[in-house]
């Protein structure tokens, strides 16, 4: 499991598979959270503003990263 820093809290879902390089464009992290295909704590998350704080960790495809506070 990769971690994750982020300097504040919240931050939008889609955002951080952006700039995480999760995905590609944030279009494209936009569609796989509209296709159901990103789950935060266990959970499909289909919000693309869904607020991410510390401790949440984030699943797509085979990636699963852990958001700290850094």
Same mark, same amino acid.
């Given at each position: 499991?990769? #971690?994750?820093?982020?300097?504040?809290?919240?931050?939008? *879902?889609?955002? @951080? *598979?952006?700039?995480?390089? @999760? #995905?590609?464009?944030?279009?494209?992290?936009?569609?796989? @959270?509209?296709?159901? *295909?990103?789950?935060?704590?266990?959970? #499909?998350?289909?919000?693309?503003?869904?607020? @991410? #704080?510390?401790?949440?960790?984030?699943?797509?495809?085979?990636?699963?990263?852990?958001?700290?506070?850094?």
């Amino acid at each position: 499991m990769r #971690v994750v820093e982020i300097t504040e809290e919240p931050v939008e *879902l889609y955002k @951080i *598979l952006k700039f995480e390089g @999760i #995905v590609e464009s944030g279009g494209q992290a936009k569609a796989v @959270i509209d296709d159901g *295909l990103v789950s935060v704590n266990g959970e #499909v998350e289909t919000r693309k503003r869904k607020k @991410i #704080v510390s401790g949440d960790v984030i699943k797509y495809t085979d990636i699963e990263v852990k958001v700290v506070l850094k």
